[in-house]
């Protein structure tokens, strides 16, 4: 079993930043690759980042590219998410997921319970 914990959601104005922080336990963290996703009111659930195993992999939603940062601290298991320049549209609930493999494009088989991000214009 895998259990992942989120932080750092909060209010912001739009143009600031937000650091999201998610730990996990229960399963060997560096061996998954870890992604978060978000979900707004009435939308359904989008891919926003996803890192590999060893960091060396990142892929983005092409709305958040260039303003995201996703990477990970093995040592901690621990996986962030930097988000800059955010707009009231990334406003969402914000989940942190493992992985089935060390590698992106999988399956994400853990979830999160979220953590709330609101962007004021």
């Known amino acids: 079993q895998v259990q992942l914990v989120e932080s750092g959601g909060g209010l912001v104005q739009a143009g600031g930043s937000l650091r999201l922080s998610c730990v996990s336990s229960?399963?060997?963290?560096?061996?998954?690759?870890m992604g978060w996703f978000r979900q707004a009111p009435g939308k359904e659930r989008e891919f926003v980042a996803e890192?590999?195993?060893?960091?060396?992999?990142?892929n983005y939603a092409a709305s958040v590219k260039g303003r995201f940062t996703i990477s990970r601290d093995n040592a901690k298991n621990t996986v962030y998410l930097q988000m800059n320049d955010l707009k009231p549209e990334d406003g969402a609930v914000y989940y942190c997921a493992a992985g089935s493999s060390r590698f992106t494009g999988g399956k994400y088989d853990y979830w999160g319970q979220g953590t709330q991000v609101t962007v004021s214009s």
């Open positions: 890192i590999n195993w060893t960091g060396g992999v990142r």
């Open positions: 229960g399963r060997t963290f560096s061996s998954s690759a």
